[in-house]
């Protein structure tokens, strides 16, 4: 079982930097693909950035790809997303996630995760 809790977001103006934080519980943090989504209102939650249990690749989302910078610190049981050259359209409530992945590979899909934090919500103001 692994708890994710959320931290970082706020109001922001369009061009501004956000950086959110996602702590996990447990001993086994490394034994864990990550991921970062986000949920617009009316919208499907998406795929932002997935980064592998060992840290190193990493994969975007087109949408915010050379914005966006996903990292993790094991020592720490925290996984990190560098948000820069913010834009409206990147305003959601973002959500950590996390994988048991034994094969050390980068995970994109939703249905593909089997803990989620609660969320923090990021509005970006034009």
């Known amino acids: 079982q692994v708890q994710l809790i959320e931290s970082g977001g706020g109001l922001v103006q369009a061009g501004g930097s956000l950086r959110l934080s996602c702590a996990a519980s447990?001993?086994?943090?490394?034994?864990?693909?990550m991921g970062w989504f986000r949920q617009a209102p009316g919208k499907e939650r998406e795929f932002v950035a997935a980064?592998?249990?060992?840290?190193?690749?990493?994969y975007y989302a087109d949408s915010v790809k050379g914005r966006f910078t996903i990292s993790r610190d094991n020592a720490k049981n925290t996984v990190y997303l560098q948000m820069n050259s913010l834009k409206p359209q990147d305003t959601a409530v973002y959500y950590c996630?996390?994988?048991?992945?034994?094969?050390?590979?980068?995970?994109?899909?939703?249905?593909?995760?089997?803990?989620w934090g609660q969320g923090t919500q990021v509005t970006v103001s034009s």
């Open positions: 980064i592998r249990r060992s840290g190193g690749t990493t």
């Open positions: 447990g001993r086994t943090f490394s034994s864990y693909a």
């Open positions: 996630a996390a994988r048991y992945d034994l094969r050390n590979t980068v995970v994109t899909g939703t249905h593909e995760y089997d803990y």
